[in-house]
């Protein structure tokens, strides 16, 4: 049977409205809806809430992207409904632990991002040891702009086999999303190929037919 990789929105828009609004039109293919870094600065922590309360169904993820205090950052999110914040792999191994513990009492899941660490082999190894769920793979916009893409570290975290879910950000497209099914990724990440695109719904639609026949392959 194939295996279900999930379809993760990464919505950075900062208006609000435009934001719920994205995640209405998109939310029929996707199985993550992610208010992301930008947009959660922007508008705290009302937007989980309400984000959650319209897509019950839905896991909805909060990009903290926290970098100290892990558990006291991540903690009210949680408790606002969010059912996974990111952490970043360059923080402390206790301000990792400190969001597995959040998410954990609030059966929920922690990620720890993997922008910008030096060695992901080894922050991948310790994070999962510390009973983390989701490993980031991300190449982020201003290394996009750089030419950067996840592609190269998603190939080095799926070959470890850690018991953990991976997933993968950094512009990924219709091109190229089969090729990051077939690495081997849990979890496929689309910001801007979705929000940034003339008709977001069939963009998503596209995404989850294109995310589906290459689990299917695989
Ligand atoms: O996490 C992200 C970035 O750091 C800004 O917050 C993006 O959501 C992530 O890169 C996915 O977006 P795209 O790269 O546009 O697909």
């Known amino acids: 049977m194939a295996k ?26 996707i199985d993550i809806i992610e208010i992301g870094t930008p947009c959660v600065k922007y508008n705290g922590i ?3 809430k309400e984000m959650k309360a319209k897509f ?21 999110f949680f408790e606002a409904g969010a059912d996974i914040t990111t952490v970043l792999g360059v923080a402390e191994l206790a301000t990792i632990k400190g969001v ?13 991002d993997m922008i910008c660490v030096p060695d992901i082999v080894a922050t991948a190894k310790a994070s999962a040891e510390a009973g983390a769920d989701i ?6 916009l201003d290394q996009q702009a750089a030419g950067q893409t996840p592609f190269a570290d998603l190939n080095k975290l799926t070959s ?5 879910m991976i997933s993968c950000a950094g512009g990924i497209k ?16 689309v910001g ?19 995310v589906d026949k290459a689990a299917a392959e695989v």
């Open 56 to 76: 019950p169904d839905r896991k909805v993820l909060a990009d903290l992207k926290t970098m100290d205090a892990g558990e006291y950052e991540a903690r009210p």
């Open 135 to 140: 490993l980031g793979v991300h190449t982020g």
């Open 192 to 210: 801007g190929a979705i929000y940034g695109a003339d008709d977001p719904a069939a963009a998503a639609k596209q995404m989850r037919e294109l």
């Open 174 to 189: 219709p091109e190229t999303v089969a090729d990051v099914v077939k690495a081997g990724a849990d979890i496929v990440v």
């Open 100 to 112: 597995i513990k959040a998410a954990h009492d609030n059966n929920g899941w922690a990620q720890v």
């Open 160 to 164: 470890l086999g850690l018991n953990v």
């Open 4 to 29: 279900k990789v999930m379809i993760q929105v990464a919505l950075d828009t900062l208006d609000p409205q435009v934001t719920l609004d994205l995640a209405a039109k998109t939310a029929p293919y």
């Open 46 to 48: 009302s937007l989980v």
